[in-house]
């Protein structure tokens, strides 16, 4: 194993193993478990989409600006899910030292079932990591969305992970957005919804969204180099062939998209 740390998760794995006198699953990640356990079998096929590809192409681009140049970049990927960044990095780097987390050990199942037995990956929710638990990263992602399941307050989760990377290094993190135009529509602006994976009719699970304006303030109170893109504002409501080209020239600004997209190069 070439993992950082952690409680390595291993197929046939249903319970977190949190460290001795570790917390106790709240509410909210026993939801989280629950929900994504059920979604896990599916996911894949409900991203497999012509649309999810052009999506995926955006991401791997910005992910390519935030690797750095050497060998073996160390890289945290939060709430990894069946194991989409861990493919999008490898596609762009061969060498990649990689860490996958996620809450759903449904989902890791998926992944390892999917990839090389020897990724690292640890099955506790990202809340349970604590402070001093990684060191000097090249890159921590959370991406489509990971960010918003993560139940800490903004201010402490952008700090954890911001003293888990290098001066230089780069943070990815997605959450879903309070003004997206589809919030015009039956959830409102609040800031927890309950909220359904794509595809799925049945179940939701809580959520948390931000406005552009709460996360560029916070990155910047704590020092964080911040810009802030999306996923377009059409994910969700018009995935056509028709509108790819211009969702992906609007990912460039977070306004009204479903997801707000926090790109980090750097803390001060
Ligand atoms: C929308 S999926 C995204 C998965 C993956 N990043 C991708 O792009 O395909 C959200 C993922 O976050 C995980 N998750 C939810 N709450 C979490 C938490 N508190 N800590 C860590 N992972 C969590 C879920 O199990 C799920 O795999």
Redesign the pocket.
Not at 77 to 85: A, E, I, R, S
Not at 101 to 104: E, F, G, K, L, Y
Not at 124 to 128: D, L, T, V
């Given at each position: 194993m070439t993992g950082l740390d952690g409680v390595d998760y291993r197929p046939g794995d249903r319970a977190y193993r949190p460290a001795a006198g570790a917390d106790l699953p709240t509410e909210?990640?026993k939801r989280?478990?629950r929900?994504?356990?059920t979604?896990?079998p599916v996911?894949d096929r409900h991203?497999s989409t012509e649309w999810s590809a052009g999506e995926n192409a955006i991401?791997a681009a910005r992910l390519s600006r935030l690797l750095p140049d050497h060998r073996d970049p160390r890289v945290l990927?939060?709430?990894?899910?069946?194991?989409?960044?861990y493919h999008l990095l490898t596609e762009l780097r061969p060498h990649v030292n990689y860490t996958g987390?996620?809450?759903?050990a449904?989902?890791?199942e998926v992944f390892r079932k999917k990839f090389d037995t020897d990724v690292h990956l640890i099955n506790?929710?990202?809340?349970?990591l604590a402070a001093g638990r990684f060191a000097d990263l090249d890159l921590v992602?959370?991406?489509?969305?990971?960010a918003?399941?993560?139940?800490l307050p903004l201010p402490d989760l952008l700090e954890r992970v911001g003293g888990w990377i290098k001066p230089s290094g780069g943070i990815y993190l997605?959450f879903l957005n309070r003004m997206s135009i589809g919030s015009l529509g039956s959830t409102g602006f609040g800031r927890v919804i309950d909220y359904s994976?794509r595809g799925m009719k049945s179940g939701t699970?809580p959520a948390r969204r931000y406005s552009t304006r709460e996360l560029i303030e916070t990155c910047r109170a704590l020092g964080l180099t911040a810009n802030v893109v999306s996923l377009g504002p059409f994910a969700g409501l018009v995935e056509s062939r028709l509108f790819m080209k211009a969702n992906a020239v609007l990912s460039n600004s977070s306004l009204f998209g479903h997801t707000i997209d926090v790109v980090i190069t750097g803390r001060g």
């Open positions: 909210w990640l989280q478990t929900y994504w356990d979604v896990a996911y991203y991401v990927d939060l709430g990894c899910g069946t194991g989409l960044g987390v996620d809450a759903s449904g989902m890791l506790q929710p990202a809340e349970w992602i959370a991406i489509f969305t990971s918003s399941y993560i139940d997605s994976s699970v």
